[in-house]
């Protein structure tokens, strides 16, 4: 009896286990930039620093997969891309809305960690088009990227967790809705004193005119 709880307990455990799915591979010999924060998330002006990295959503049809930038002083989700495969493609198409939405200066500095989709020649090579400065976290430290793991937990406890998507287009709906509609647009936060990311940037704007 002793032995068939112990091997559902373990069948459990190894389940459970299942559902979490690595996403930063940084076992490769591709170029990494400098850590050029170092955990100085503090900005006074919007498009300054955008942190940036990936997360996963499970859905009936399998693993779908979100990379987003935001932005460290209005905490705006400048920009963010949803596919079923974690490709460099993936981490560009964040980039470009991000860049097609807010129309950054050169020298921006965009922060993300060592993963292979950031260490790309395509990826490298978009930065350098538009003058953005490279800067990358510390090997295995989550805590040089806490900015954008910080959204990860928000956006999965007040949405994705709430929620058993049956296809990848249900979840990708839900998430867009969320980020553009809510957290973005409504969400208040006591570090924005109690303003919205959205609020935050247009009363920056507004002063600066």
């Not at 112990?6 to 299942?18: D, F, P, R």
């Not at 499970?58 to 460290?72: F, N, R, V």
């Not at 020298?107 to 020649?121: F, K, M």
């Not at 058993?164 to 249900?170: F, G, P, V």
């Amino acid at each position: 009896m002793q032995f068939g709880v112990l091997k559902n307990t373990i069948s459990c455990i190894v389940n459970v286990i299942s559902l979490f799915k690595r996403t930063t591979n940084i076992d490769h010999n591709r170029s990494v930039y400098e850590n050029l924060l170092e955990q100085k998330f503090s900005m006074q002006s919007p498009n300054l620093v955008w942190v940036s990295d990936i997360t996963y959503v499970w859905t009936g049809e399998g693993w779908l997969y979100l990379a987003a930038l935001k932005d460290l002083c209005t905490k705006q989700v400048v920009g963010y891309s949803l596919n079923e495969r974690m490709t460099t493609q993936l981490v560009c198409n964040a980039l470009s809305m991000a860049i097609g939405n807010h129309q950054p200066p050169q020298g921006l500095i965009v922060h993300s960690d060592r993963g292979s989709q950031y260490c790309t020649h395509e990826y490298r090579n978009m930065l350098e088009k538009y003058g953005f400065q490279g800067s990358m976290s510390k090997k295995r430290d989550c805590f040089d990227n806490a900015p954008i793991e910080s959204f990860w937990g928000i956006l999965k406890n007040e949405l994705v967790h709430q929620h058993s998507y049956k296809t990848r287009d249900e979840a990708k709906a839900d998430i867009t809705k969320y980020i553009e509609l809510f957290y973005n647009q409504q969400r208040i936060q006591k570090r924005l004193n109690f303003k919205t990311p959205n609020q935050v940037a247009e009363d920056f704007y507004k002063s600066a005119a």
